[in-house]
Each structure stands twice: as C-alpha cells, then as structure tokens.
C-alpha cells in the first residue's frame, strides 16, 4: 500500500502536525476543519495551511476525495458525527483511520458506520502528546487492516504498532492510560492551587519531590501539568468523558474520571471568566496564573 494521498479532517493541534510533517515528506495532503465555515478563524487556517504546504478543502468531502486513507483528528465530542459524514463521501477500499481519544463502544458505533459504506476502519489510539516527537508519537492501531497500515505508515515515518485484529481494544488502552495521567493533571492543579492559598506550596513540592524523586517536582512538571490543563482542558474533559463511558461499560462506576471530568472543564471556565486566553498565559507559570484567578476585578 503507498500512502500517496492522505485527508485530514480536523486541523488543530495534533493535525496540524501531522498534516505537516507528512507533506514535508511529499505526500500530498487534504485537510478540512469545520471551523473554515467561521469567517473570523478562516484566515488563521488559510495561513497555517499555507505554511504547512497542505491544500485546505471548504468541505469534508472535499478532503477525502481522492486520498488512500482519511485520518479523523477532531474532538471527542466530534469523532462519531465526523465518522458518519465521511461515510457519505467515503469509496469502497479507503481507509479511515480514527486516532481521536473516545471509549471503545464509540469506535465500534464508528466503525460499523465506515464499514456499512465500504470503508475500511482502523481504530488508532494516540499514546502521547503530539508536539514533541510529532510523527514518531507512538500510535496503537486495531482492526482487521491495521497490520496493512501500520506498515505504509510505518514507511512514512510513523511509530505504530498493532495490538488487536478487533476494534476498541487500542481505544481501550488509551482511556484506562487517560484515567491516570488526566487525573494526576488534574489532581495536580487542585493540590497546587490548595497549598498556594495556605502558603503551603513550597513544602508540598518538596515532599512530592522526596516521595517522587526521578519525576520533577521541583521543577518544570508541576508546570507542564497544569499548563495541560489550562491550554486543553476543554478537550480533555471531553476525552474523560469517554473515558467515564469507558468505564462504566466495564462495571465500574466512574467515580474518579467524573471528577476529572469537572476539574479540567473547571480550569478552563475559571481561565475564561477572567477573560484570559492560554496565550496570555505563555510562558506558563502555574503560580502567576493562580494568582490572576484569585486577583480581585479590579486589580
């Protein structure tokens, strides 16, 4: 299989980076994002694309013409209303590769939608963030044509690998991973901002830091935690949700991932009230932006 034409739908973050490392390497890529139909943020996605070297398509349909495989990189929220649309459009053969982070029954709702018009589904969980090491980000793949992608991908500088010939358990493995690393995130940043109201902060990083040598507490992870927060807490409470469904499907009640649920959606809205956008923000500091949320409204 040659992956010479590759659709992304969904240009933010994670697509963004992908769609342009792959056309670095000379794959052509399509791309469409459903906030094109917003005439304010249009300009910024004309210019990315522009930098990125992808042609940017004013429809989903659009994008997938004519590509080998579609990778959906949009919200949780989205990815099954993105699987149906794409199903309109889809041609018997293509691949749909699905790297968004929702519960296994999701995937499976997905993937009968994808198979139902001829499509080839391939459920892809996304094990890191994507901004660091970018292509080479570790992806799980499941599905009866995993093993064919994993290769072609492999072969344009992925890092994938294949743990399952069914769909869900790659998607499985990711939302019982977002419990623990959501949570300390979220944990974290309600540890942290406790203590800095009693004045506490100082000795409880240092505590951490002897119980947890070898993470960083005492220095940029605190940080990096909270910023994960405070820049994707929207979209990470929207994963937790998933990963509530996730759980609850398993016979567990969710009592924690519910609670993380609140905490990442709550530091975003807290952010929003003050009117701040994460940008303001940079470089991050988890004390200053502590300190702007508890700043009267007139300071």
Not at 12 to 36: C, F, P
Request: with cysteine.
């Amino acid at each position: 299989m040659t992956l010479d034409c590759i659709a992304l739908i969904g240009f933010g973050e994670a697509g963004g980076i992908l769609a342009s490392d792959l056309a670095a390497k000379g794959v052509a890529v399509q791309v469409y994002d459903r906030l094109l139909d917003n005439p304010t943020q249009r300009p910024a996605l004309e210019t990315k694309a522009t930098n990125a070297g992808v042609r940017l398509c004013d429809s989903a349909a659009e994008a997938i013409a004519g590509a080998a495989l579609v990778i959906s990189a949009v919200t949780a929220g989205s990815a099954l209303d993105v699987a149906k649309t794409a199903a309109r459009t889809l041609q018997p053969g293509q691949l749909f590769m699905d790297i968004n982070s929702v519960a296994p029954a999701t995937k499976q709702a997905a993937a009968e939608t994808i198979d139902a018009a001829g499509g080839r589904y391939v459920d892809a969980a996304v094990m890191a963030p994507v901004p660091p090491k970018r292509l080479q980000t570790p992806i799980l793949l499941g599905g009866r044509d995993a093993a064919e992608l994993s290769a072609a991908l492999n072969a344009c500088g992925f890092a994938t690998c294949v743990v399952a010939d069914e769909i869900g358990v790659a998607s499985a493995i990711k939302m019982c991973r977002s419990v623990m690393i959501k949570g300390l995130e979220a944990l974290t940043t309600e540890c942290l901002r406790t203590a800095q109201h009693y004045g506490a902060e100082t000795e409880v990083l240092a505590s951490l830091h002897k119980s947890f040598p070898s993470m960083g507490w005492d220095a940029e992870l605190p940080h990096y935690l909270i910023s994960r927060v405070a820049e994707h807490g929207r979209r990470r409470a929207e994963e937790m949700e998933e990963v509530a469904e996730t759980v609850r499907a398993a016979g567990i009640e969710p009592q924690m991932s519910q609670a993380i649920v609140q905490t990442q959606r709550g530091l975003v809205g807290a952010i929003a009230a003050r009117g701040l956008r994460y940008i303001d923000l940079e470089p991050f500091d988890w004390q200053h932006l502590d300190a702007l949320l508890r700043a009267g409204p007139s300071d």
